[in-house]
């Protein structure tokens, strides 16, 4: 069986870094809130081009926490409208609720599955006061537009780049683009911790500050609260493990490029259809998700022939019991998504013998 992402095989290319890591960590006696973190901060925010990372202890805090702040310092009030897409993973949506907030789904733009400039103009109400712009799979959404858009609208702009560590349009990467952008560390995405971890990046220093606060039971100071808080932090063996992998990240960038290049070359057949990339270079291909109309078929038929596909999403948000009151929405380019996608295997340790067999697959389904 080609599996979808052999994390075991990934990790120990770097077994021996990560056990240094470890240890130094283990002998330094230091477990939260120490130097391993303070030093990914630091590497992970210039790796992104911002001026300020805040280690979480997930991606949904990354989130959760941001929007938080933001009505601390009076940006955003209860009852605000968000702009989220409709076709997003349930975490994105699930941090505006928690805040009492509310979610204004949207649907995206049906080539990129991604939030579109022109989605989001046509969802404003005066309620409207920020944007989550979700960057799927590994490629970014319409920054430039979507920021134009929040300039002239006085919106705020929460990147969750849970997804797309390192992608970028005309250079600037995931991060840089939005008034803030929560990532996930979980193992499975393309920076991945050996356990959870996230991080707020924003170039908005007021911001940050009131994130790490609210992450550390609402204190700067042992023992005096300025906020009811949470605890969510990430901890210093995370983070030096994360340090490891951040060295490594841009190489398996380039190797899940030279994946999903190989799948764009030879990948013919006429029932599936190829995702859309607006730009080569841009692209960091966390997912390869091919759509057919027949998609759980081609799943069948894959998983006979040796290759483990997945889901992203079999259901949407406004499908899930979670949200019943969202059940009645129509949203046909969402609800098609997620009836007709499906994720090929992708990683860094996919062997060409490996990605051969997946196309040779993917061709002989009729
Ligand atoms: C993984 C993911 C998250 C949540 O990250 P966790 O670290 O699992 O909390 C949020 N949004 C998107 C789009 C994701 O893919």
Same mark, same amino acid.
């Given at each position: 069986?080609?599996?979808?992402?052999?994390? %075991?095989?990934?990790?120990?290319?770097?077994?021996?870094?990560?056990?240094?890591?470890?240890?130094?960590? !283990?002998?330094?006696?230091?477990?939260i809130g120490?130097?391993?973190l303070?030093?990914?901060?630091?590497?992970?925010?210039?790796?992104? +081009?911002?001026?300020?990372?805040?280690g979480v202890a997930?991606?949904?805090d @990354?989130?959760?926490?941001?929007? *938080?702040?933001?009505?601390?310092?009076?940006?955003?009030?209860?009852?605000?409208?968000?702009?989220?897409?409709?076709?997003?993973?349930?975490?994105?949506?699930?941090?505006?609720?928690?805040?009492?907030?509310?979610?204004?789904?949207?649907?995206?733009?049906?080539?990129?599955?991604?939030?579109?400039?022109? +989605?989001?103009?046509?969802?404003?109400?005066?309620?409207?006061?920020?944007?989550?712009?979700?960057?799927?799979?590994?490629?970014?959404?319409?920054?430039?537009?979507?920021?134009?858009? @929040?300039?002239? *609208?006085?919106?705020?702009?929460?990147?969750?780049?849970?997804?797309?560590?390192? #992608?970028?349009?005309?250079?600037?990467?995931?991060?840089?683009?939005?008034?803030?952008?929560?990532?996930?560390?979980?193992?499975?995405?393309?920076?991945?911790?050996?356990?959870?971890?996230?991080?707020?990046?924003?170039?908005?220093?007021?911001?940050?500050?009131?994130?790490? +606060?609210?992450g550390n039971?609402? =204190?700067?100071? %042992?023992?005096?609260?300025?906020?009811?808080?949470?605890n969510s932090r990430l901890d210093? &063996?995370?983070?030096?493990?994360? %340090?490891?992998?951040?060295?490594?990240?841009? =190489?398996?960038?380039?190797? *899940?490029?030279?994946?999903?290049?190989?799948?764009?070359?030879?990948?013919?057949?006429?029932? &599936?259809?190829?995702?859309?990339? #607006?730009?080569? $270079?841009?692209?960091?291909?966390?997912?390869?998700?091919?759509?057919?109309? *027949?998609?759980?078929?081609?799943?069948?038929?894959?998983?006979?022939?040796?290759? $483990?596909?997945? !889901?992203?999403?079999?259901?949407?948000?406004?499908?899930?019991?979670?949200?019943?009151?969202?059940?009645?929405?129509?949203?046909?380019?969402?609800?098609? !998504?997620?009836?007709?996608?499906?994720?090929?295997?992708?990683?860094?340790?996919?062997?060409?013998?490996?990605?051969?067999?997946?196309?040779?697959?993917?061709?002989?389904?009729?």
């Amino acid at each position: 069986m080609i599996s979808f992402l052999d994390l %075991k095989k990934l990790n120990a290319a770097y077994a021996s870094e990560l056990e240094e890591a470890c240890a130094r960590v !283990i002998d330094s006696g230091w477990y939260i809130g120490g130097q391993e973190l303070s030093s990914f901060e630091r590497e992970f925010a210039d790796y992104c +081009g911002a001026s300020n990372c805040v280690g979480v202890a997930n991606g949904l805090d @990354a989130l959760t926490l941001t929007l *938080r702040a933001w009505k601390e310092m009076g940006r955003l009030r209860e009852g605000d409208e968000v702009i989220v897409p409709a076709n997003t993973y349930i975490a994105s949506v699930l941090a505006i609720t928690e805040n009492r907030l509310v979610p204004v789904l949207v649907e995206p733009d049906p080539a990129t599955f991604n939030l579109s400039a022109a +989605g989001v103009r046509a969802a404003l109400t005066e309620k409207t006061k920020a944007v989550i712009a979700v960057h799927l799979y590994g490629q970014l959404a319409d920054m430039p537009g979507i920021m134009d858009l @929040a300039h002239e *609208r006085d919106l705020l702009v929460l990147e969750d780049a849970a997804q797309s560590h390192g #992608a970028s349009i005309d250079g600037q990467k995931a991060g840089a683009w939005g008034h803030a952008a929560g990532f996930s560390f979980y193992p499975g995405k393309n920076l991945g911790a050996l356990g959870d971890a996230g991080a707020l990046v924003t170039n908005d220093a007021e911001l940050a500050k009131v994130v790490r +606060g609210l992450g550390n039971y609402g =204190s700067y100071k %042992k023992y005096e609260n300025q906020y009811q808080g949470v605890n969510s932090r990430l901890d210093e &063996i995370q983070a030096a493990m994360l %340090k490891v992998k951040l060295a490594h990240l841009d =190489s398996e960038i380039a190797a *899940r490029r030279q994946v999903a290049d190989a799948y764009r070359a030879g990948i013919n057949n006429a029932s &599936i259809q190829l995702p859309a990339v #607006a730009d080569e $270079q841009a692209h960091v291909w966390h997912l390869f998700v091919v759509r057919c109309e *027949r998609r759980d078929e081609l799943q069948k038929f894959l998983t006979e022939q040796g290759v $483990q596909t997945l !889901i992203h999403y079999p259901i949407p948000p406004h499908k899930q019991q979670a949200y019943a009151a969202y059940g009645s929405l129509s949203l046909p380019t969402t609800e098609t !998504i997620h009836r007709e996608v499906l994720s090929l295997p992708i990683s860094p340790v996919m062997s060409d013998d490996e990605i051969a067999a997946v196309v040779r697959a993917v061709n002989a389904f009729s």
